[in-house]
């Protein structure tokens, strides 16, 4: 089994930053591939981020030059570095790690308005 802490969520005025951290705990092998995705009231799950244990990179296209992912592999941690922010960037930001199976954080809150 494998277990999720995410901390970092918050209000945030728009142009503002926050960065978000996972910690993974459990069964976490050496080749996985750690991420974030959000989701906002009305809509679908979507990816923000993803990276792999070789620091391969993706993100999704609202975020790309904003948002930057990134993880410590001896702490099993992944963080996201949410700069100049929006409005539209409000949302419940949820942990993935996935190894053989897919495991997902509890969500934590952004929050952009002035």
């Known amino acids: 089994q494998v277990q999720l802490v995410e901390s970092g969520g918050g209000l945030v005025q728009p142009g503002g930053s926050l960065r978000l951290s996972c910690a993974a705990s459990g069964s976490i092998f050496s080749r996985n591939v750690m991420g974030w995705y959000r989701q906002a009231p009305g809509k679908q799950r979507e990816l923000v981020a993803i990276?792999?244990?070789?620091?391969?990179?993706n993100y999704g296209d609202s975020v790309k030059g904003r948002f930057t992912i990134s993880r410590d592999n001896a702490k099993n941690t992944v963080y996201l570095q949410m700069n100049s922010l929006k409005p539209e960037d409000t949302a419940v930001y949820y942990c993935?790690?996935?190894?053989?199976?897919?495991?997902w954080g509890q969500g934590t809150q952004v929050t952009v308005s002035s």
């Open positions: 993935k790690v996935t190894i053989v199976n897919t495991y």
């Open positions: 990276i792999t244990s070789g620091g391969y990179t």
